[in-house]
């Protein structure tokens, strides 16, 4: 973490207090310095060296062979400063004195007679056993290899919010957003409009308005590790990404994206490449989900139907479609046998996988007294959530919706055996427009730029309001899996991230 926030030193003094020998360094930095030993870039070398903690045995060859390639290349000037002037030939005077000596008199004492004999030189200085300025440097290449650590970006950081969390929770408080680390700004007239952070806990994903498909570190930056971002060759389509999910699949990430045009294209994050479906939907498409081994994907369109596809074959498995004209999906779910999709009526329509067919429809109905309202009345149905046997529904109102997920797939919903949270600050919050969860806490988007968050690990929570500093209204928000990380985008074209 101390090297990653640029404290290197500070970094070496904890190294030396503790005993402990570790050099963590990325592996653009590793590249980096393999690059500069082949090249002969030594000054870089002994820049870097100065930060590191390797054995003097390493760092004398290291020196010694610095010391022989500016003799061959007629630098016996600096060479002879370097030899005199620096701790470790200090040190290998000490420790081996006719290794020194030898050094000493190769430095000082050369045979004129070698100034116009290449070979002559070379086996002066590097021996007489063929070697050459290319394979010494790969000989220290070699040399320095096992004492570099490639580590992945804030390691450290990464176990500190975890240790963070555990004790969150040992203390039964809740993660919400409470501050504001990165604002990341895009190119102008460009928006994100959806995010998702990756299974593996180090990255996230957006899709934007211009099409484009991009990988972010914890740091708000651009993922350069990924050779096709580093050549900035991005995962793209055609029009505005709406949609996309993930899943981790042969330690791989699988990730589906969907836009206005209707057209899916399916990823392997690690080289960029994609299989397409074109014209999955006849119009845009606004949910998408996969099955748990990413053999399917599963999305929701403003044509009216719930569409399953091979993401392996292209070929459209699956079309779910309700009777009425009039009903479209704006989410769906693969449970079991059955796909649970949820309508702009305030119907909760059940599908069975086999057969395609609607086989249970359930009308959701609001209390108008305590919604303020003047009669009973059936809210859209936003998004939907599962967790620990039960379906957490966002309504278009100032409420979530709980049912037990047997109930659904068993096709005996009640209404009292439902559970309705309702927002008592309803009246400055708007209505709930989107639904994620965190650590067992659900955590909801309104109209009015809030979020509140709901802890669900008590019987009597209500929901707490945190205020997001957008300029522009918020489209949307992701939760990280795992750790009180945060993400929301708006339409001043700023993803702001956020740390509980």
Not at 408 to 423: A, E, L, P
Not at 430 to 456: K, R, V
Request: with cysteine; hydrophobic share 35%; charged share 20%.
């Amino acid at each position: 973490y101390l090297n990653d926030v640029s404290l290197p030193q500070v970094s070496k003094v904890l190294q030396q207090e503790t005993n402990l020998v570790y050099n963590p360094c990325s592996k653009d930095d590793f590249n980096e310095m393999m690059n500069a030993i082949a090249k002969g870039r030594f000054s870089n070398v002994l820049k870097t060296l100065y930060l590191l903690n390797l054995p003097k045995d390493v760092v004398i060859s290291i020196y010694e062979h610095i010391i022989h390639e500016l003799c061959v290349l007629g630098e016996v000037d600096t060479a002879r400063v370097l030899f005199s002037s620096t701790k470790p030939l200090h040190d290998l005077e000490k420790s081996d004195y006719p290794r020194y000596s030898r050094l000493r008199n190769q430095v000082y004492h050369a045979p004129t007679f070698l100034a116009n004999d290449e070979k002559g030189i070379l086996a002066y200085f590097l021996g007489t056993d063929g070697s050459t300025i290319k394979s010494e440097r790969q000989r220290i290449q070699e040399l320095l290899k096992p004492h570099l650590h490639i580590a992945s970006p804030n390691q450290l950081l990464h176990a500190m919010h975890s240790s963070s969390t555990t004790n969150r929770q040992s203390k039964k408080e809740h993660p919400y957003p409470l501050q504001c680390d990165k604002q990341l700004k895009l190119a102008e007239n460009t928006t994100i409009l959806c995010a998702t952070f990756l299974s593996n806990e180090t990255q996230l994903v957006t899709g934007s308005s211009d099409g484009f498909v991009e990988v972010w570190t914890m740091e708000g930056k651009l993922d350069l590790t990924l050779p096709y971002q580093k050549a900035s060759k991005f995962m793209s389509h055609s029009a505005a990404v709406l949609c996309l999910t993930e899943k981790k699949v042969n330690d791989d990430s699988c990730l589906a994206t969907a836009c206005k045009k209707g057209t899916i294209k399916i990823w392997k994050l690690s080289t960029g490449k994609n299989q397409r479906i074109k014209r999955a939907h006849a119009s845009a498409i606004n949910s998408i989900v996969l099955n748990d081994d990413a053999s399917l994907v599963c999305t929701t369109s403003m044509d009216s139907t719930i569409r399953v596809h091979s993401t392996t074959t292209s070929q459209c498995l699956k079309v779910y479609q309700s009777s009425k004209e009039s009903t479209h999906y704006l989410d769906a779910l693969l449970v079991d046998s059955f796909v649970i999709a949820c309508s702009n009526e305030g119907n909760l329509d059940v599908f069975d996988d086999a057969s395609c067919q609607l086989v249970y429809s359930y009308k959701v109905t609001l209390d108008p007294h305590a919604l303020l309202h003047h009669q009973t009345f059936s809210p859209q149905l936003q998004k939907m959530v599962v967790l620990n046997d039960a379906l957490y529904v966002c309504l278009d109102a100032p409420t979530i919706l709980r049912i037990p997920l047997h109930l659904v797939t068993s096709k005996q919903v009640t209404k009292d055996q439902c559970t309705f949270y309702i927002n008592d600050d309803m009246k400055q919050a708007g209505h709930f427009s989107s639904i994620a969860l965190s650590q067992n806490m659900l955590h909801t988007l309104t109209e009015s730029n809030m979020m509140y968050c709901l802890p669900l690990d008590k019987p009597s929570s209500v929901f707490k309001k945190v205020p997001l500093n957008h300029q522009g209204h918020v489209i949307g928000f992701a939760c990280h899996p795992t750790l009180p990380l945060f993400c929301t985008f708006a339409t001043d074209g700023q993803l702001h991230l956020w740390s509980g």
